[in-house]
């Protein structure tokens, strides 16, 4: 059975996120992963899974080793996706602090 994963959920876990930092900054084996964590190796495991069903991270066999690696293009859809929030709030912001350079407040 093949279970459609989402995305955003797969990255609301926080050690799913400590994943995808890691992972990063250079591509590293399960046991290097799971090292950098104090949870059993297997929940490593099945985060990894995750991460990997939701196409976050890519799989390369390099002899004995499965080595994991960040997909740019995936992150890229979710920065695309988060992007219109993030300037709206940007922009809402902004003309708040402009009010705030204006504001004066009354004196009793």
């Known amino acids: ?9 797969a990255i609301a876990d926080p050690t799913r ?23 059993a190796r297997p929940t490593v495991s099945k985060h990894l ?10 799989q390369v066999q390099q002899g004995r080793e499965v080595i994991y690696h960040l997909n740019p293009l995936k992150m890229k859809e979710i920065a695309d996706f ?4 993030r300037q709206m709030w940007d922009d809402r ?13 009354k004196k009793k």
Do not use: H, W
């Open 1 to 9: 059975m093949n279970l459609r994963r989402d995305v955003f959920q």
């Open 17 to 39: 996120r400590a994943i995808l930092l890691l992972v990063a900054s250079q591509a590293m084996s399960a046991g290097a992963i799971a090292a950098n964590f104090d949870t």
């Open 49 to 58: 899974q995750i991460l990997t069903e939701c196409e976050l991270l890519e």
């Open 82 to 85: 988060i992007e219109p929030f």
């Open 93 to 105: 912001f902004n003309k708040l602090e402009a009010i705030m350079k204006n504001y004066t407040p």
